[in-house]
């Protein structure tokens, strides 16, 4: 039980939820010369960096607004009851910072941020930026071992390359960390894949290495639960990273978002995925592609930002266990 | 049979939707000194007033998107076939007068107009306005005996008190009403509630008093319809009042809110509840918390305005057959 | 298998997908006057009319937007792996010349538009506009004979007369249509009826002339599947229009439409109700009711392009087993 | 004095502005069968119709933002200190019922209804509607003799015949008036004209007949005085309507409008125009060419209200001297 | 000349300015508990309150946003060539704790927050909040003797009682306080008076008490200069207040506002007053009224941040000299 | 005089402006392979490419939004009367094809793709993009010598280097033009410079080189027609690049850009000074950084689009004498 005032958020009985210099869901903010900065068991990080994007860009702002809705969260799950606040010392590590004009810098730059929070023993939930953000994150959270992965997407994310020479991008992420060995992929499951396609190279990639796709019909068909019971299977026992796109959502739930994909699940089944993680052994994760120019309302951080909680829930339970 | 053509509202066939001054549902204008006021059965009333909102103000606008929108509806429910203008002489009473910047002061004058409303016979409709505007409209329908309550609502609403003085906002409501008699908590039932918590303490008042509520994971296992077997199980036979949040729909559908709260019913099931409410014996009826700041295309109060057509029918069929 | 470059529409791989002047699915523009008009198939057509439209205006600017969306469409369906390109002869014959301020020349344009089309053996698909340019499509279409049709709708639009004069309009087309023999109504099915009504008399037509009709309770009682296997037997062996009214769609899906109603199907059930028309010989098709101006985001469009899609799927697929 | 209570509006510090049922400036609605339309002697009247629009349509929603934001006016102009409900007795008339879908059938009922007006010696304030709409109004206006005409626009309107056949259209109505001798071209001023152009034949109409045009960079150069006091000159003693299409103003200032055209006047200067009619025997007057759905937050609205109203204390001064 | 890196802004060319938690100009965040609090010469705030407001609420979001967009301020004024973080030592001191449902406790805590600012020897610069906010602000900074006041506003807020009780909302702040004494009438101004108006009895008010109003059409036949230049000299060389209502900028450059006036001043003279300030002793600033439901854009906040930053430069000039 | 009816644009009395596949001002679609390409004298071609933007994302979407507003273009130009479409053939060549994850590799795709347009003797008028996109068109333009350079815009572009390693971004295009050789210094005028300033580097290497900076204050001082003629002089009679940024103009006229400064000329001015170019020897033209997601309406857009016809003018009027 985390009893130390130092680490419970503010509570919006005392100040309105809209007051208040704006942290990740109102933790303090503990960047790394911050005295208490050795204390943190999770730490949320944002990553607002979108150069990996072959389509409209923008999520490169999904912290600043992440942030800022975040502070509408509350101090436990109304679902499970679980508490995550009480579970686990939690701060927010403030944001990397990108290079927007240089692909490769920045890159360099997140691996070399997300190194020296794994080597404090943080596990990172990271608000991004594009999905090209969770290759660095995967550097440094895989580079002891490999890692499984559980994906939420619409889109697989296993390309090549495009436009003849980009290897780096947020349609290739997975492909790459395959390649590098970071995921195993006998423990690697694609939850709701859809839209139209370019062709099957990506899923011919999957197929080659034993990499789950569930597609989005499948899943209307069997359900979020029967889906997830699936997917811990998958990952098992291990270390597990869980990446999170938020275009997995259909695109009216979520319009905030570079590439959207029609037919996908709702907010509820959005949620019961994330609930579905409970009981892996999440050494980290990500929410990425929120693009706040395209839902100048919010609602598709504020989803975000409620998805972001769940997971945390999920990697507290396991921090306090441990 | 209401034949009496002051009380049709005017057709869509005759008068194009954006046409004219818009009353609610193309209603009469009857105010309390029009002399066909007396022959009001149920009487639509504006409540523009937000002044118990702690976090996002908006709904004072309310009535004026509500009346607005409510131009498009026609005269008969396309799904029940109910034709509540045949049935009862229903009529736009106007809008109650807030004081913005006095909230005792604005509860007394919202007591002192639903005291003429109820004295006239009259069940009030009302569209909101916050949630604290129902406990002013409470005080005056429950004057006589406690009311059954049927609340839709992803929050309790039954808070206690905020920022250390504040007793009467938009999250206190109910348990005023309860604790002021006006409620009866054996025939209370919440339907909807999710969302991050602030602890357990209004759960615990709930317990304590014998209030059913049905969370929303419960709801999406059971269904709309067997959901509202139970609620019209638990109100009975006995006057009841009707209390719709808009921000019981999933924010979606419903962004046009404050403080809205992810994972929630579809259109389709926000319809189904409100026609399951069939056959209870609803004494009045109010539709809050739609905020138009936050949904410039009215696509929250076009779907509220259904919601208040389909509680029109529920109460039109009551008074028909009295 | 079409593999002449000159029909193959632009990849996402080679220029990104907001590149480029704008054709509905990146396919090559070719006019009447084009020198390839007489192999192209299927004719994908811009119908920028909405002079029927008795209440909110906008369809006209349908096909700019639909077509800018259309630029997000890749080569394949990932649902069904039908690569209609791959199928048939396919491109953008542009948009018919409306008179915006009158009705009758306009209609007269179009069916002259639309001659020419089905002169050279094309068949259309058509992105309006509102409504009433399903009326001189199909004297076009079903100049020879009578089709079946298949109508995607929120409303039925069998209506009669508005405002005392007006005969023609986006409430009418397909009771004129079942007037002028247009369309066989044995053989006539409309799906997702709901809203209010104004009364019972298109019901009472749809009934006299054998017309059947689906309501929205029923089709979220049974599913899209099971209503769909209906519709196809109804709509039978023989030639067949479809039409889709994009408020056929609940309109939090798609709010970018002239007259919404509330508790309609989800985007799934909106993509799986056109996967439904499989295996029918729709000798022509559109999307219809898009209106820009109500959704500025463009949501709505990027949902209707694919729903094109889907038609054009099935459209493919039948002309490649001709 | 009008000192009769009846024709007072409600004012801001008894009733908040954001409620009560909206009519024109919070004035007493009074329709035809009113007891008291006999005394009214300035009516405000709605005319919902754009039938008349080439381009992007909207100007049908015109009306009911314009009563919205209306009752944001106070009693009194703060920069002349006119009191228009002092000296004038002015009411809501209620809207001109259209007919969306039949063009002359509209312009019948237009003027027809404005006969009425005309008959009960009531001076019309319109807010439109399309600029066709001032058509139908001068057709009654001056029905007895041709009236002076000043016109604020970016468009000289002053076109032929679109698309071959249309004659009756938003870009044609002066020229229309001009040749059934409702306009005297000699007492015709046209002020702010802007933008691209078709080719030079409405000027060669305008200049054929004697009507004055004062292009934009001719405003911008002398200055709103100035061009006043020409205007006023050339309008003369005798009646005189005053036509104000809101693309008269800069877009950025009224983006709400179908056919902008930048470059034009700021919010000052579209009020100055307005005082500088002072003096003048304003028998009538419209604001036309606002479009909702092209301003959602209702800007140009607000701007366009208070056009009205400085035209209101322009011609409630004229009303009191007589 | 500061040259403490604690107190220097953090630069766009390391970080860029989407990224990072959001303090006021990216300056370090100081609450009262920070060991270097008492270091601080001038403290930015938020005051996010708008518990005073009868018409359109919002502005409690203000800081908030504030704060976003003032991420995107740089070091230097490229106007003026201040530098303002080189002249004094400068620091977020975060928000004041409204309640949002109880007025005067509100202002019971504003004052309180403001007392130990002003003992700390800080001259606070505020983001409102409503204009009713500058009151408990006055009572702080003016608690000693009376200050000058320059106003910039399209309202007077001199009026008296709002709907029968209300005498505290944020028309009538500067009665208040010239009536407790907190400003010397003869030292105060208001520019930019403009709209319609309730009656006269503010500017009885303003008359009977000796306080300078400049209205719109005066400022815009003198120009922002030579108005300043008088303003300047009214308030003298004691210590002076400013309080800059957004409001006072014409809507179209300040959307995001509660109570817009049209045909203010354009953004170049916003911009103009406030450096028009240069000289004055000015003890304490804010810039209120800014209401984002209204501007989701942040165009609004934008300028505003601006003013802020323009207000800030003159306030380290002073403070530097001292 | 243009008499060939293929470089004749559509009217709008033929087909409504809102119909038809949108080509850059109704004009024909003329690629690299068109047979009549070598007949163009002026291309208008797309740069869909903002890989240099180091704050707010967008610009790659301003091509298709500018090519769908400019439908709304007519043949003549309202003010000078220059009707560009009789004087010179133009055509839209299409666009860049960029490779959005690739900064270098677009910067080589582009001036790949001017080499060409520039050796068949075509003037290019560019609709950007972010403001990088200048300097591989400078290398086309300017490969034979250097140009003279008139850039309109709220900000240098003459930095040297970001975060570090960026010496290619949108910040410092110009610094590298002129190190490059590109640009003669002598002749490069710079108007409208304003905003916070990182510090002095940048003025401090336009002075050096002899660059002229007019900045905002002076520009406001002079007006816009002074300011031109002393542009006309710097530029001279040699060949001249023009450089249009829309941040030039008050983000209020064009907020739809990634780093707007508040201040800045109005609508009317930002045509003046387009006009001004009159007379010299413009080689080639941009207008670049319009970023359609910040400004959802298309208000941007059009300004834009009336930006690039007067350009367009200017270049068409030379080409004729030439």
Redesign the interface.
């Known amino acids: 039980m985390v009893t130390d005032a130092f680490f419970r958020p503010v ?13 990740f869901m109102r933790l303090p ?1 503990v960047p790394f010369d911050h005295p208490r900065f050795p204390e943190v068991q999770i730490g949320l990080i ?1 990553a ?1 960096w ?9 999520p ?2 999904g ?2 607004q992440l ?2 809705l975040s502070t ?8 499970t ?1 679980v508490a995550p606040f009480d579970l686990a010392r939690c701060a ?1 590590l ?10 490769m ?1 920045s890159m360099a730059r997140m691996e070399a941020f997300y190194d020296r929070v794994v080597a404090a023993g943080i596990r990172p939930l990271t608000a991004g930026g594009d999905h090209l953000c969770s290759l660095p994150i995967l550097r440094s959270v895989a580079k002891a071992r490999p890692v499984g992965l559980i994906q939420f997407d619409s889109h697989t994310d296993l390309n090549d390359i ?5 290897r ?2 947020h349609g290739t992420p997975f492909r790459r960390a395959v390649e590098e060995g970071l995921v195993d992929p006998k423990r690697y499951c694609l939850i709701g ?8 190279d990506d899923w011919d990639f999957a197929a080659a290495n034993g990499i789950r796709i569930i ?3 499948e899943f ?1 068909a069997r359900g979020a639960e029967d889906v997830m019971a699936e997917a811990r299977e998958i990952a098992g026992a291990g270390p597990t990273y869980v990446t999170y796109d938020i275009d997995f959502v ?4 979520a ?1 905030g978002t570079g ?2 994909e ?3 699940p ?3 089944q ?2 019961q995925v994330a609930r579905g993680l409970r009981g892996l052994d999440v050494v980290g994760a990500d929410l990425v592609e929120v693009s706040p ?2 839902d ?2 919010g ?1 598709t951080a ?2 975000g930002v ?1 998805l972001m ?1 769940e997971m945390l829930c999920v990697m507290a339970e396991r921090v306090a266990v441990r």
């Open positions: 509570s919006g009985f005392d100040l309105p939820r809209f007051a208040g210099v704006p942290s903010h944002g607002p979108d150069g990996g994007t072959t389509n409209r860009p923008g490169r702002h912290p600043r942030r800022d509408m969260i509350r101090a436990a799950n109304g679902a009851w927010d403030g944001d990397v910072a990108p290079n927007p004009a240089d692909l810098d495009y436009f003849g020479t980009s780096y991008n894949i859809r839209g139209t396609a370019y062709g099957r597609p989005i019909a209307h259909d695109p009216t739930f319009p590439t959207p029609v037919g996908g709702n907010s509820w959005a949620l120019p395209f100048a309302s609602g504020w989803l409620n909680f």
